[in-house]
């Protein structure tokens, strides 16, 4: 039985008009099954939602300098962690983000960043109303 769960909301940065239904917000299952041990999974899917705040404040500030490659870069990264676990609406917003921002384009930068916020809380949200599995001895 897989455990994604899509909650409300639209899809990635890009999707204005875009009629295909939202990315699940993370694929649990495939999460555990990469990390190996439940409560491994549960600290890094926590942890990347505890790093939003520092991610943010760069990306912010980076637009702030009109620094797009600045803002790729830290796209990138948020992409490759929340890839990482399974984290698939977080991945799939911060792959139109990066793509954005190689292009040079800032207009709706602040836009882009607030639907990778709302990724984030969806991803903190999910984690924290998941029924975790217990952990085997």
Known sequence: RRRACAASGGGG??????????EPVCDMD???????????????????????????????????????????????????????????????TAGECELLWFTGELEGAAEAIAKLDEAVRALETHCETFDWPEEAA
């Open 13 to 22: 940065a890009g999707s204005e008009g875009d009629e295909s239904p939202p």
């Open 30 to 92: 495939e999460a555990l099954t990469r990390t190996g041990r439940v409560e491994l999974a549960r600290e890094l899917v926590t942890g990347l939602v505890d790093q939003w705040q520092e991610t943010r404040g760069r990306l912010e500030g980076a637009l702030a300098r009109e620094d797009p490659e600045e803002m790729r870069l830290a796209a990138h990264r948020l992409k490759g962690a929340a890839s990482a676990l399974a984290a698939r609406r977080l991945a799939a």
